[in-house]
């Protein structure tokens, strides 16, 4: 990583006006932007799908475990100003990811089906970007209240997590599982 970031800088996240080293799962999102950093990722990627039944399941892809993210402005373009300061912040920018790689995957492997999950500030559905409602979407709702059944309505920490499914099922989402908390 550290041999791609000489390289590279653009690749890694633009902090308060610098290009910052980072490769762990809290430091933040890479710069999605750039069409080269994501031609590397799809091209590792297809590497990992050539593996013996690496296609007979769904392609889940994970951002960093943190809500920070690049701050150049060309990704910030990629958000929906719409959804700024509410828990799809980055949701559009996620899922311009995501159906970048499966664009370039398909190239190789046209029966690839990647998809996400909505997790932090990307709970909320997309606002922008098209995505095909046969795209796997596994929510991790990762506060839910385990002291309530979940549609108790008196809970408002469920009452989040009934919203999330929702607000996805109203954008035409209909088989949305929570990745391993129910």
């Not at 990992?48 to 701050?71: K, V, Y």
């Not at 995501?98 to 932090?120: C, D, H, N, W």
């Amino acid at each position: 990583m550290e041999r791609l970031f000489a390289e590279h800088p653009e690749y890694f996240p633009e902090i308060r006006g610098e290009r910052m080293f980072g490769w762990r799962s809290n430091d933040p999102n890479p710069c999605v932007s750039n069409g080269a950093l994501l031609d590397l990722m799809a091209s590792n990627l297809c590497v990992r799908l050539e593996r013996p039944h690496a296609l007979d399941h769904d392609i889940i892809i994970l951002f960093n475990d943190t809500s920070l993210w690049c701050e150049c402005e060309e990704c910030k373009t990629l958000d929906a100003s719409e959804l700024s300061n509410t828990r799809g912040a980055h949701s559009d920018r996620y899922w311009y990811t995501l159906m970048e790689l499966q664009k370039r995957v398909r190239r190789r492997f046209p029966s690839a089906r990647i998809g996400g999950t909505p997790y932090l500030d990307t709970w909320y559905p997309l606002a922008r970007v098209a995505v095909p409602s046969d795209t796997p979407v596994k929510i991790s709702f990762n506060n839910q209240c385990w002291r309530h059944a979940v549609d108790d309505p008196t809970c408002t920490v469920n009452e989040g997590l009934r919203k999330t499914y929702r607000l996805w099922r109203e954008a035409g989402f209909e088989n949305l599982p929570n990745r391993d908390e129910i």
